[in-house]
């Protein structure tokens, strides 16, 4: 049973940073490609970053582009994202998963969600 669990995620000003970690279980992890998601109240949840197996090819979404960074351990079994420059807008469950590309972003392959780590960045 794959089993994902996201943490780092707290209360933050505008213009700050965090540290979103995901490890994950149940699967063997240097075999996925890994994905980030978030979904802010209200709103369908959205891909935010992407990272192949090896982590020698990423993705991120128009909004994030130049302020996140994915990265990986895979002796570890984590999944980081480096969130830098936080918005207010930026505010939303956080979630990570396995995932692909796509022609307009990225989409989940399995359907192994976990909780969550909530982001709230303040104005």
């Known amino acids: 049973q794959v089993q994902v669990v996201e943490s780092g995620g707290g209360l933050v000003q505008a213009g700050g940073s965090l540290r979103l970690s995901c490890t994950a279980s149940g699967l063997t992890f240097d075999r996925y490609d890994m994905g980030w998601f978030r979904q802010a109240p209200g709103k369908e949840r959205e891909g935010v970053s992407w990272?192949?197996?090896?982590?020698?090819?990423?993705y991120y979404a128009d909004s994030v582009q130049g302020r996140f960074t994915i990265s990986r351990d895979n002796a570890k079994n984590t999944l980081y994202l480096q969130m830098n420059s936080l918005k207010p807008e930026d505010t939303a469950m956080y979630y990570c998963?396995?995932?692909?590309?796509?022609?307009?972003?990225?989409?989940?392959?399995?359907?192994?969600w976990g909780q969550g780590t909530l982001v709230t960045v303040s104005s």
């Open positions: 998963a396995p995932a692909a590309r796509t022609g307009g972003g990225i989409r989940n392959v399995l359907d192994a």
């Open positions: 990272i192949n197996w090896s982590g020698g090819s990423t």
